[in-house]
């Protein structure tokens, strides 16, 4: 602020009675703290890659798998199981294979069967995944704001039966799904 321009203001305040300053001061204050503040974050927009799908069925009831039954990946071996993958939301793999592709946490069990299933993420390499009578839902742990590229990571998983609809999103669970548009039930409350 140049020195006329701050001689022009403090000849301005002189000329104001006392409570006409204080109203100003209180006006630009209070107007200097609410224009601070932010609005409610914007989610990112949906991805376009063909591997997204939103949860479409408001009827659903969802309960998160625990962790030792899936897992992404290995990074090297991501494109690879991308091409394997396709455009299909799951894929039966042997024994061996998912032990190839997923990391040391996963544990076989008897009754379940290895598949390789899409997921998408933004900046966390982290998944929740969640099953529902008829449906399978994987979801990263990215933020709903975050604006990064999207990236295709397939996971390793052990199910017991295919279910007919698979949902690959990004963020939604974070932004509380459960209380808008479905219902999302843990286990453990």
Not at 5 to 17: D, E, H, I, W
Not at 83 to 112: F, H, K, W
Not at 134 to 151: K, N, Q
Not at 156 to 167: A, R, T
Request: hydrophobic share 40%; proline share 11%; net charge negative.
């Amino acid at each position: 602020m140049g020195l006329a321009n701050r001689t022009t203001a403090r000849a301005c305040f002189r000329q104001l009675s006392k409570s006409q300053a204080l109203r100003i001061v209180l006006f630009l204050g209070a107007a200097s703290i609410l224009g601070g503040c932010d609005q409610a974050p914007t989610p990112a927009p949906p991805p376009t890659d063909t591997w997204y799908r939103t949860v479409d069925n408001p009827a659903h009831k969802f309960y998160p798998l625990p962790p030792f039954l899936f897992s992404p990946v290995k990074t090297e071996l991501v494109n690879e199981a991308a091409a394997t993958m396709g455009d299909g939301p799951l894929l039966q793999l042997s024994t061996s294979e998912a032990i190839r592709y997923a990391d040391d946490r996963l544990r076989t069990v008897p009754q379940l069967r290895p598949y390789l299933i899409h997921g998408l993420y933004r900046s966390k390499r982290t998944f929740t995944v969640a099953i529902a009578d008829r449906a399978l839902w994987v979801d990263s742990a990215d933020s709903p704001e975050d604006t990064s590229p999207v990236h295709r990571q397939p996971l390793v998983l052990y199910i017991d039966e295919v279910p007919p609809d698979v949902y690959v999103t990004i963020g939604a669970w974070a932004m509380g799904l459960s209380d808008q548009d479905l219902e999302v039930n843990d286990p453990d409350p």
